[in-house]
């Protein structure tokens, strides 16, 4: 059940079995996973980042790309009725990301439908995805970089709201939301503790035209992730999520488990700022996320691990139960 109509949205993101984009998880996401969210009616996304290769070797992008593409191909073609959502690229923009020029060329090779571009809006990287008839979505974390996002040719926004996993912003969606729309017509998805199909709907209600759900994919059986990381996601709510700083110079949601783990007291954390990112190939900062673990808050509905395909026949159950029983609630 629908809030609105999906016309306005790009052909691309029209059609979907249910308005959902499973964020892509640093570490996590892969091909496995993409294509699992991506025939389960999604769509499926990942980090560039996350296709890693010894020195030397070919770019492990180029091949992610190509086994994704190939076997959603497959897939369309033997269930044509239900075809596979597409899916995004993930791509940090940041200076430090000394692999970027080169991923861009990649993606623009390989055709990829939709690009999702973090921490920092460049021209450049939207005229990239452009070239090949790409859609580009930019997360922010409030309405000033929302503004300056879209002034600089993205072509629809997430919006980061408080309660979001890994890198995720303070503000309440009510408040993100509502001051977007007051100027901004186009594609707009919502990120921030979004893990049942109650919560999607919330979110349609409010404007957003998608629900961007990432934290419940790393407890299924395709995601990338350490078994215990998966186990602690299974038991553990939103009282267990921290908010910090220290591990990539970025504010962001964690799980308070792993922090204790890692040694270290998620009660007396010290700060880092901006100056401490670092993207680049062969930097050592993003192997914090291996033992310390990006949580958002809305862990507390998921109870096991599982198949992505149940993780999402879930969501679309209590999706279509709420919205039925909205319209009730409406006629009384």
Same mark, same amino acid.
């Given at each position: 059940? +629908? $809030?609105?109509?999906?016309?306005?949205?790009?052909?691309?993101?029209?059609? =979907?079995?249910?308005?959902?984009?499973?964020?892509?998880?640093?570490?996590?996401?892969?091909?496995?996973?993409?294509?699992?969210?991506?025939?389960?009616?999604?769509?499926?996304?990942?980090?560039?980042?996350?296709?890693?290769?010894?020195?030397?070797?070919?770019?492990?992008?180029?091949?992610?790309?190509?086994?994704?593409?190939?076997?959603?191909?497959? *897939?369309?073609?033997?269930?044509?009725? $239900?075809?596979?959502?597409?899916?995004?690229?993930?791509?940090?923009?940041?200076?430090?990301?000394?692999?970027?020029?080169?991923?861009?060329?990649?993606?623009?090779?390989?055709?990829?439908?939709?690009?999702? $571009?973090?921490?920092?809006?460049?021209?450049?990287?939207?005229?990239?995805?452009?070239?090949?008839?790409?859609?580009?979505?930019?997360?922010?974390?409030?309405?000033?970089?929302?503004?300056?996002?879209?002034?600089?040719?993205?072509?629809?926004?997430?919006?980061?709201?408080?309660?979001?996993?890994?890198?995720?912003?303070?503000?309440?969606?009510?408040? =993100?939301?509502?001051?977007?729309?007051?100027?901004?017509?186009?594609? =707009?998805?919502?990120?921030?503790?979004?893990?049942?199909?109650?919560?999607?709907?919330?979110?349609?209600?409010?404007?957003?035209?998608? %629900? &961007?759900? %990432?934290?419940?994919?790393?407890?299924?059986?395709?995601?990338?992730?350490?078994?215990? &990381?998966?186990?602690?996601? $299974?038991?553990?709510?939103?009282?267990?999520?921290? &908010?910090?700083?220290?591990?990539?110079?970025?504010?962001?949601? &964690?799980?308070?488990?792993?922090?204790?783990?890692?040694?270290?007291?998620?009660? +007396?954390?010290?700060?880092?700022?901006?100056?401490?990112?670092?993207?680049?190939?062969?930097?050592?900062?993003?192997?914090?996320?291996?033992?310390?673990? %990006?949580?958002?808050?809305?862990?507390?509905?998921?109870?096991?691990?599982?198949?992505?395909?149940?993780?999402?026949?879930?969501?679309?159950?209590? *999706?279509?139960?709420?919205?039925?029983?909205?319209?009730?609630?409406?006629?009384?």
């Amino acid at each position: 059940m +629908n $809030t609105q109509s999906d016309k306005h949205l790009p052909k691309v993101l029209q059609g =979907l079995r249910i308005p959902v984009i499973a964020a892509p998880l640093f570490i996590i996401s892969v091909p496995k996973l993409v294509i699992a969210q991506c025939k389960a009616g999604i769509i499926g996304s990942f980090p560039a980042l996350n296709a890693r290769e010894s020195e030397g070797e070919p770019p492990l992008l180029g091949k992610w790309l190509t086994e994704i593409s190939e076997e959603l191909d497959r *897939y369309n073609q033997r269930n044509p009725d $239900t075809p596979a959502a597409p899916f995004a690229v993930n791509q940090i923009v940041h200076r430090s990301n000394t692999r970027l020029d080169r991923d861009l060329e990649i993606c623009v090779r390989h055709n990829v439908p939709l690009w999702i $571009t973090s921490l920092g809006a460049r021209v450049e990287v939207n005229e990239a995805a452009h070239s090949c008839g790409g859609i580009v979505l930019h997360d922010i974390i409030n309405n000033t970089f929302a503004r300056k996002a879209i002034e600089k040719g993205a072509d629809g926004l997430v919006a980061v709201a408080a309660g979001a996993g890994g890198h995720a912003g303070q503000q309440s969606p009510f408040a =993100l939301i509502r001051e977007i729309r007051e100027w901004f017509n186009g594609t =707009l998805a919502l990120s921030g503790a979004i893990a049942t199909g109650e919560s999607l709907l919330a979110a349609r209600t409010l404007g957003a035209d998608f %629900g &961007y759900i %990432g934290s419940p994919f790393i407890a299924t059986d395709e995601a990338n992730a350490h078994v215990d &990381y998966k186990e602690m996601i $299974t038991q553990s709510g939103a009282e267990d999520i921290i &908010y910090s700083s220290l591990f990539t110079g970025v504010w962001g949601n &964690y799980l308070r488990g792993s922090v204790e783990n890692a040694g270290m007291d998620p009660n +007396n954390l010290p700060q880092a700022d901006a100056s401490s990112m670092n993207f680049s190939a062969g930097s050592s900062k993003p192997k914090a996320w291996k033992t310390v673990w %990006g949580s958002g808050q809305g862990i507390g509905p998921i109870k096991s691990v599982e198949p992505t395909a149940a993780l999402v026949d879930r969501i679309v159950k209590e *999706y279509e139960i709420a919205g039925n029983q909205m319209i009730l609630n409406l006629k009384k």
